[in-house]
């Protein structure tokens, strides 16, 4: 085998689940596969691109971003290492929806969507582990539009760190954030400003709620932070106009 595929190859074996694979399925993956280096700030696809491929992320971080018709850029999440996205094609032959853009620099492996549907085919429990990852990142970007929508600056962190959190490791003392985000990633999740972050971020930490070292978030007290979600002091939405009444046509 060339030394291109293997390497590949070797970041495929780590990636989570595809390890379980037979050898046959995952050499067959890796000779397909393009595995690529990007800088921060590189496009990998555009909506109303046609989805032919997947990507599976080995390190750095790439956001998704949903572009409104006005031109407004709302971002649905964040990937990280261990990753997969774009894999929506591997389910409908609807283009992409959404914009993928690289945060730093990463490695990332690209695979054609129809070798990769025949793996599945042949191997359905890892096609429903990609799939329930799918669901859970719909979920969440669900939840951050409405809590965007309902909640304030201060409850949305509270949530966000708990999300995160789904995906860190215990430590002593706390739960360690996977994810090492700058406080312009966590506005933008938030759809807030860095300033303001970075102030609810240092009132956490003085509340006693987080700890921080550099990037590094350790969560210290994950009841106090869900309480804070659902306070209605902090949750409550300003003050406006009620919602209109609900036609039948709706």
Same mark, same amino acid.
């Given at each position: 085998?060339?030394?291109?595929?293997?390497?590949?190859?070797?970041?495929?074996?780590?990636?989570?689940?595809?390890?379980?694979?037979?050898?046959?399925?995952?050499?067959?993956?890796?000779?397909?596969?393009?595995?690529?280096?990007?800088?921060?700030?590189?496009?990998?696809?555009?909506?109303?691109?046609?989805?032919?491929?997947?990507?599976?992320?080995?390190?750095?971080?790439?956001?998704?971003?949903?572009?409104?018709?006005?031109?407004?850029?709302?971002?649905?999440?964040?990937?990280?290492?261990?990753?997969?996205?774009g894999e929506s094609?591997?389910?409908?032959?609807?283009?992409?929806?959404?914009?993928?853009?690289?945060?730093?620099?990463?490695i990332v492996s690209?695979?054609?969507?129809?070798?990769?549907?025949?793996?599945?085919?042949?191997?359905?429990?890892?096609?429903?582990?990609?799939?329930?990852?799918?669901?859970?990142?719909?979920?969440?970007?669900?939840?951050?539009?409405?809590?965007?929508?309902?909640?304030?600056?201060?409850?949305?962190?509270?949530?966000?760190?708990?999300?995160?959190?789904?995906?860190?490791?215990? $430590?002593?003392?706390? @739960?360690?954030?996977?994810?090492? #985000?700058?406080?312009?990633?966590?506005? &933008? *999740?938030?759809?807030? =400003? +860095?300033?303001?972050?970075?102030?609810?971020?240092?009132?956490?930490?003085?509340?006693?709620? $987080?700890?921080?070292? @550099?990037?590094?978030?350790?969560? #210290?007290?994950?009841?106090?932070?869900? &309480? *804070?979600?659902?306070? =209605? +002091?902090?949750?409550?939405?300003?003050?406006?106009?009620?919602?209109?009444?609900?036609?039948?046509?709706?």
């Amino acid at each position: 085998m060339p030394a291109e595929p293997k390497r590949q190859l070797w970041y495929l074996r780590k990636f989570p689940g595809f390890g379980a694979l037979p050898p046959e399925a995952l050499v067959a993956l890796a000779e397909v596969a393009e595995l690529r280096e990007c800088p921060r700030r590189t496009t990998l696809y555009l909506p109303g691109d046609v989805a032919k491929y997947v990507y599976l992320l080995h390190g750095g971080r790439v956001a998704a971003y949903h572009v409104s018709a006005a031109g407004r850029t709302i971002t649905l999440g964040l990937h990280g290492a261990g990753d997969l996205f774009g894999e929506s094609c591997l389910w409908t032959a609807a283009p992409r929806d959404e914009m993928a853009v690289t945060a730093t620099a990463v490695i990332v492996s690209v695979v054609p969507r129809a070798p990769l549907r025949r793996v599945l085919d042949e191997h359905p429990e890892l096609e429903r582990r990609l799939f329930e990852r799918a669901v859970a990142r719909r979920d969440a970007a669900a939840r951050r539009l409405c809590a965007a929508l309902s909640l304030s600056v201060r409850a949305r962190l509270a949530a966000q760190l708990l999300d995160l959190g789904e995906h860190g490791q215990d $430590i002593p003392g706390g @739960r360690e954030l996977a994810l090492e #985000l700058c406080h312009h990633e966590f506005a &933008a *999740l938030l759809g807030t =400003t +860095r300033e303001t972050v970075s102030l609810e971020l240092r009132r956490f930490e003085d509340e006693g709620l $987080i700890a921080r070292q @550099r990037r590094r978030i350790v969560l #210290l007290d994950l009841p106090r932070l869900r &309480a *804070l979600v659902h306070d =209605t +002091r902090a949750s409550a939405p300003r003050p406006g106009r009620p919602p209109p009444e609900p036609t039948e046509e709706s």
